[in-house]
């Protein structure tokens, strides 16, 4: 069955420290793959897609996510973490017309 | 510069009550659906619409309705409500069906209580 799994339900950083976010998920081919930021209180936002090509990918407020096909992984990843960045974030995967499945996301916290 | 408005913020309801969650859009998506977000379950797709008058159900539907009169309007509606309908709700849009569209727009949600 298709799953998508986030194994960290939280995480804490400190301000400054690097971050990486984990996803894995079990789909048939290579899918589509999506990391949403949700800031309290707020909607989901798009972070960054991967649908074909280079496997590391470049989104908004500085975070990249590398797709690794052996691994089955679409891991987020950001160098140095603000304050800001504290939020809940959701990893996404789909195939094609069907809908994107969602994990069931980390709550980063960032100490000062 | 609305993008996907939902209404109401925050609803708290009796058991066996019903209401209405509104939701519209303002970009001409073909593609709408409501999502609910339980802790430690993620978003879970309740139902969807790939257009005006066609509505179909997604991973949760039972206790829920929906309706599409118009390309930007898709309201949720809780015919009776239970203590298990506790949740944060979200609309969502996207040009057409599919993750292919690359990209769900959401609304700010609405956070339901059921007592």
């Known amino acids: 069955a298709q799953s998508v799994t986030q194994p960290d339900i939280h995480i804490t950083v400190s301000e400054g420290a690097s971050l990486e976010l984990r996803c894995n998920y079990s789909?048939?081919?290579?899918?589509?793959l999506f990391w949403y930021v949700q800031s309290p209180g707020q909607g989901l936002q798009l972070l960054l897609k991967?649908?074909?090509?280079?496997?590391l990918v470049q989104g908004i407020k500085g975070f990249e996510a590398e797709f690794k096909r052996s691994q089955s992984s679409f891991n987020l990843r950001k160098p140095s973490v603000h304050w800001s960045d504290a939020a809940e974030y959701f990893c996404?995967?789909?195939?094609?017309?069907?809908?994107?499945?969602f994990g069931a996301g980390t709550r980063l916290t960032v100490k000062p | 510069n609305a993008g996907v408005t939902q209404t109401p913020k925050f609803q708290v309801l009796k058991t066996g009550q019903s209401m209405t969650l509104q939701c519209a859009q303002d970009m001409n998506h073909e593609y709408m659906s409501w999502y609910r977000q339980d802790p430690g379950m993620g978003l879970r797709l309740i139902h969807y619409?790939?257009?005006?008058?066609?509505?179909d159900q997604g991973e949760v539907p039972n206790g829920y309705n929906v309706s599409r009169s118009t390309t930007e309007d898709f309201p949720l509606r809780l015919l009776s409500a239970a203590p298990s309908q506790t949740s944060v709700y979200f609309c969502?849009?996207?040009?057409?069906?599919?993750?292919?569209?690359?990209?769900?727009?959401f609304g700010e949600g609405s956070r339901l209580t059921v007592l």
């Open positions: 991967y649908f074909s090509g280079d496997t």
């Open positions: 789909y048939g081919a290579t899918p589509y």
């Open positions: 996404a995967v789909g195939e094609g017309n069907n809908d994107m499945r």
């Open positions: 619409s790939v257009g005006a008058g066609i509505t």
């Open positions: 969502a849009s996207s040009r057409r069906q599919g993750a292919g569209t690359g990209e769900l727009f």
